[in-house]
């Protein structure tokens, strides 16, 4: 467990103590993992490692995601906190400023891994600063998912692959009226207000563009601007649902599920959400429509060390672990997720249904990308993109305009 760097003032904020003195062969895990699982499988997780280190004994500390980002933040603030961590990519830029994770290039250079290094997915890999800070537990690719029904009653046999058809698709489910939207769009600013991260990036990604240039903002690039007018144009035709900037992704989930809406960009983690709360739906997901570009908004549960660990050693062991194909299979279907590391995907596959093979498809087949890692304090940013694309859907901003609001605010928030 970490080192202590008491601060008195803080002491009063922090949400995980953990002893002030700590053993060597005790770690703690930091996670929501198991706050979305209801079957007590981590707590096995735990008891097997155990059972195959017995000089090792994991405290699994479980929190919301919404409340982890904080915790580790606060906990660091005053020196106590976890050893291995749960992390969200996005986080990524901020933790590091801070100075909260242990790079683990080293620990990934070791033979005696359990894993490849090759085989884990990408995105979570890259380097920040010359360095790798994370490494994925699973990982959810965001798709479109598709009501059958609706496609079907506008006109159309099949599912969108490219903007043009999408476009088309989206006005004509629209014009289905009865309160039908062609599809959501959750640019609510109530926190997170992350919409455009769950939407506008999926597209861009498929346009063929990126926000980021390494650590520095580039916004107001021709792709941004382009996939924003694509946003612009099917708000116009009527085709995104009404009152976007007070939808949230949950709202758009539901709606989903409810039959109003055609068309659905989230992680495909959502695909058993809506088959078992609607199973009677036409439903199907397919890749986001693209221009050409095969590539994907990576979504997933990441791993790192604390910096200030006194036993990461034992925290990588554990980590080691969780990544081995085996024990990674049972973490990927546990989660109704696809696993991190890729050696796992045939073990994911037997029993797997259609939505999850569709899913492996793009996995293995497309590229990887997830930016927020990189940009500057995470939520602040998501909330800039979510003020400027609600300017642009009112109409106060153009595409142009709105690109390079957001280039200017980053720039200031990287400062």
Do not use: C
């Amino acid at each position: 467990m970490m080192k202590i760097r008491l601060r008195a003032w803080a002491l009063a904020l922090a949400t995980t103590l953990t002893p002030l003195a700590s053993q060597a062969g005790e770690i703690e895990w930091l996670q929501w993992f198991a706050a979305e699982e209801t079957t007590g499988f981590y707590d096995k997780l735990v008891a097997d490692f155990e059972a195959q280190h017995p000089d090792i004994t994991v405290k699994l500390v479980t929190q919301p995601f919404g409340k982890v980002r904080e915790s580790i933040v606060t906990d660091n603030a005053i020196g106590v906190g976890s050893d291995v961590l749960g992390l969200n990519m996005p986080w990524t830029k901020e933790f590091l400023d801070i100075g909260i994770l242990e790079p683990l290039d080293d620990y990934l250079a070791r033979e005696d891994n359990s894993f490849a290094t090759d085989d884990l997915i990408e995105a979570p890999l890259g380097k920040i600063d010359g360095k790798t800070w994370m490494v994925p537990l699973n990982a959810f690719p965001f798709v479109m998912h598709v009501n059958m029904e609706l496609v079907r009653k506008a006109g159309f046999d099949a599912p969108p692959t490219n903007w043009e058809e999408f476009a088309a698709q989206a006005k004509a489910i629209s014009a289905l009226q009865d309160g039908i939207s062609g599809i959501g769009m959750p640019f609510s600013s109530q926190p997170p207000s992350n919409g455009p991260i769950l939407t506008f990036l999926p597209l861009l990604y498929a346009n063929g563009g990126r926000i980021m240039d390494g650590t520095t903002p580039n916004f107001d690039n021709p792709k941004v601007v382009e996939t924003l007018q694509f946003l612009k144009d099917m708000n116009d035709a009527g085709s995104i649902a009404p009152g976007a900037a007070s939808r949230t992704g949950g709202v758009d989930l539901e709606e989903f599920i409810a039959g109003r809406t055609g068309f659905l960009i989230s992680p495909g983690v959502h695909s058993s959400s809506i088959t078992s709360r609607n199973p009677d739906l036409d439903y199907t997901l397919v890749r986001v429509p693209s221009n050409g570009e095969k590539a994907y908004r990576v979504h997933g549960w990441e791993l790192g060390i604390s910096a200030d660990s006194d036993n990461k050693e034992d925290a990588w062991t554990f980590v080691n672990y969780l990544l081995s194909p085996e024990v990674n299979a049972k973490a990927a279907v546990a989660a109704n997720a696809l696993p991190g590391n890729l050696a796992a995907l045939d073990a994911v596959r037997e029993g797997a249904d259609e939505t999850l093979i569709k899913q492996m498809e793009i996995l293995e087949g497309d590229t990887p990308v997830e930016e927020m890692r990189q940009s500057p304090k995470a939520a602040g940013s998501w909330s800039v993109m979510t003020e400027e694309l609600q300017a642009m859907l009112r109409g106060d901003k153009s595409p142009e305009e709105a690109a390079a609001a957001v280039q200017a605010r980053w720039l200031e928030l990287a400062q």
